[in-house]
């Protein structure tokens, strides 16, 4: 069997709670050939003390720098990391026991030159987590392309979960000074200087989200934002489903005008609602988080329809340079 050493990545902004769980639970990986290289982004709140309690059962690096988003940290990490593939994680993540040794068997199988994984809810998060983790991956809201694609050639890893070779990083320089979508951004660069690519769709990681559906709302504006920067350096990578939640958007406005006239306009917009509660109470099995779901995957269509539709007027017809919003939230 061959044995893989990962590098794990993981940039850090005032998270020293949440980056200790994450630690815990790689300290209680079955697969222990791998380090362990965390990457302080200019934190005001360090994580030290959790680094210091966790040298003695992981191969740990620990590293300040000034803040300059999590893209360039996880850069930093990797200039820094000595194993066969770099891993990135997100802080707010908790990787399951088997998760390199799934990997390993994997890559062992069939040798690809970059992957990704899912993310999904434990059993332990909040009614809010739950209900935002249904909205981010289910079929009925994204289209499945945060996990559930049936080609998995075709996935864009994330990342939260993403994994590639020393080589890989070599060619593509690792993630580009977009501050969002920038793992998007180097997917698509992986593929275009001609790497594979590949989903492992048991290798999922949870991933806590710490956000209220506010600070939800203004991540998910900036997607759709990012999609139509990610359009400007990739055309190609634009797709029919990446225009599906603005529609919802001005379907959802019509409709709401329409229904001032006949109620019945509203038919639609409850035969959607109900669909979103079934399929959040199967999969959950709980009727709050099946309830927060409705409101969760509202927010999900209509915050990126309102990014998409605000970046394709400013970029596609107004011919302005690349932008976002809610500039500082680059952690949230």
Known sequence: MVMIKFSVIIPVYNRPDELKELLESLKNQSYKNFEVVVVEDGSEIKSDKAID????????????KPNSGPGQSRNYGSERAVGDYHVFFDSDCIIPKEYFEIVNKRLEEEPVDAYGGPDMAHPDFSAIQKSI????????????????????????????????????????????????????????????????????????????????????FKQVFNSGIARINLYKRHPQSLKLVHFLPASFLCGTVLLLILSLYNIYFLVPLGCFTVLIFL??????????????????????????????????????????????????????
């Open 53 to 64: 309690h966790y040298q003695e059962h992981l191969d740990i690096k620990y590293f300040f």
């Open 133 to 216: 983790n249904y909205s981010m991956t289910s079929f009925f809201t994204t289209g499945g392309i945060r996990g559930g694609m049936k080609n998995e050639k075709k996935f864009h890893p994330r990342s939260f979960n993403i994994g590639f070779t020393e080589e890989v990083y070599e060619k593509t320089k690792g993630f580009s000074k977009m501050r969002f979508g920038e793992d998007v951004d180097m997917s698509l660069r992986i593929i275009e200087n001609g790497f594979s690519t590949t989903l492992i769709k048991e290798a999922a990681v949870y991933h806590k989200r710490r956000v209220d559906y506010k600070k939800f």
């Open 279 to 332: 399929d959040s109470f199967r999969i959950n099995k709980n009727l709050r988080v099946a309830f927060l779901s409705i409101f969760s995957s509202f927010i999900q269509l209509t915050a990126y329809g309102m990014g998409f539709l605000k970046s394709f007027f400013k970029r596609l017809i107004l011919r302005q340079d690349e932008f976002h919003a809610y500039k500082k939230n680059f952690y949230k």
